[in-house]
């Protein structure tokens, strides 16, 4: 019997506390008609699905409250509930797509059951059909949420990738890992002050809205080794240049303290992606919205990130989910609700970047053309942007508050020339 992680149990939490919160990640494939019947897939499914053991579990809540809840087998567990098809409104485009995500990724999971599923949604314009896969942030992180993908798609790579490795024993609290940790947790607490709301933090209706844009990663290979950047830094910065025009068009300054944003770092071992379970930890950087130039963004971004490394602030973050391990459930199960309760003001919006399939991927034979991610949003974060590579292109999906936020298809464009801008420029 394994028992859920505290921070595994934290994202069930924040569903308890929030009623309008769903904490599913997911993405839809988007792939070349025509769809297959849906007892094909149901098949596909079944043939795979005991290779991952924790897609035929549900959670259990431990007796009287006094443990963690466990994974446990689920004793009936019917794919006709977890492989599903849902049609998209005519004409079938990038509107109505966004639509069917959107309200998708807002309805919560049964608990009772598994919690994954895959829907088939049909009626995509020029005959094509997708393959929308949810798991439930209890279940995997952005890492290990991908793993969904080998029950339902072949790849093309040369040969099976192997297996994942489980990991070995965890290092255990030295003396060396605490003095990090305790640097980075500084770090973390200077970055918890609260930031200027900007329209961009508040209360959530439930409701959302989703878009999306795509970029090319091979474009980038010269003003990457130009200003010694990475793709990720390139990512951030093209997010901060769409904020920073977002909130020019709301009459809003782009103040150097008005966004900051959670970015998921994984705490993974190598070989471990396909393992389930949440292994990620995070860093709290500010976005240079301030800055007009995007070169100059770039390089911010670059530096900041950098800082943030060498302050351990994702040290601080292991260091403190092991020692939330080390507390009596009942301690943490309160501590946890107390804290979600309160109307946070320190983060902004959340930005998670996840390595794709690095080949094309085939479902019954159909190759998939696009991947496009979700992150969801909670806790008074109106605006949550998941990246996601497939072979050389860069998915950037925006997930926003429904009322709140309904300029996200400008946002997304906003992104897009954020990114070409940064390509433009002599170096």
């Known amino acids: 019997m394994e028992r859920l992680t505290p921070l595994s149990y934290a994202f069930l939490a924040a569903e308890d506390v929030d009623?309008?919160?769903?904490?599913?990640?997911?993405?839809?494939?988007?792939?070349?008609?025509?769809?297959?019947?849906?007892?094909e897939l149901r098949a596909v499914v079944a043939s795979r699905l005991p290779t991952v053991p924790r897609y035929q579990q549900r959670i259990v809540a431990g007796r009287f409250g006094l443990r963690a809840p466990s994974w446990q087998a689920a004793p009936d567990l019917?794919?006709?509930r977890h492989v599903t098809v849902r049609r998209v409104q005519a004409p079938g485009g990038r509107a109505e797509v966004a639509s069917l995500m959107a309200e998708a990724m807002a309805e919560r999971m049964d608990r009772d059951r598994p919690l994954w599923d895959v829907t088939v949604c049909d009626g995509l314009a020029d005959g094509r059909w997708g393959v929308l896969s949810r798991v439930h942030h209890t279940l995997a992180d952005g890492v290990s949420?991908?793993?969904?993908?080998?029950v339902v798609f072949d790849s093309?790579?040369?040969g099976d990738e192997p297996p994942p490795t489980p990991p070995g024993t965890a290092p255990g609290v030295t003396g060396r890992s605490l003095v990090a940790a305790a640097r980075g947790a500084v770090a973390l607490g200077t970055a918890l002050l609260p930031v200027i709301r900007e329209g961009l933090l508040g209360p959530l209706d439930g409701t959302r809205r989703y878009a999306w844009t795509e970029v090319d990663i091979a474009e980038t290979a010269v003003i990457r080794r130009e200003l010694g950047v990475t793709v990720n830094d390139l990512v951030l910065s093209a997010i901060s240049g769409g904020l920073r025009e977002l909130l020019l068009e709301r009459g809003r300054q782009p103040d150097a303290r008005a966004l900051r944003t959670l970015l998921p770092v994984s705490s993974r071992a190598p070989g471990t992606a396909g393992l389930p379970g949440n292994q990620v930890t995070l860093m709290l950087s500010m976005l240079p919205v301030e800055h007009d130039d995007p070169v100059?963004?770039?390089?911010?971004?670059h530096e900041r990130v950098a800082r943030l490394r060498r302050a351990h602030e994702p040290e601080a973050g292991v260091v403190l989910q092991a020692l939330a391990g080390l507390l009596p459930f009942p301690v943490l199960d309160r501590g946890l609700r107390w804290g979600l309760?309160?109307?946070q003001q320190q983060i902004s919006t959340v930005t998670t970047n996840v390595p794709g399939p690095r080949t094309p991927l085939t479902c019954l034979g159909r190759p998939v053309r696009q991947l496009l991610p979700v992150v969801p949003i909670a806790d008074r974060v109106r605006l949550g942007f998941a990246v996601l590579s497939y072979c050389d292109r860069l998915a950037f999906g925006i997930t926003?508050?429904?009322t709140s936020t309904p300029d996200v298809d400008v946002l997304a464009s906003k992104i897009t020339d954020a990114w070409r801008s940064v390509l433009a420029q002599p170096v």
């Open 400 to 402: 926003a508050d429904r």
């Open 341 to 343: 309760r309160l109307p």
């Open 296 to 301: 100059e963004r770039v390089l911010q971004v």
């Open 78 to 80: 019917d794919l006709r």
């Open 145 to 150: 949420g991908t793993g969904l993908y080998r």
């Open 156 to 158: 093309e790579a040369p």
């Open 19 to 39: 009623p309008v919160a769903c904490l599913a990640i997911g993405s839809l494939a988007v792939l070349d008609g025509p769809a297959p019947r849906i007892d």
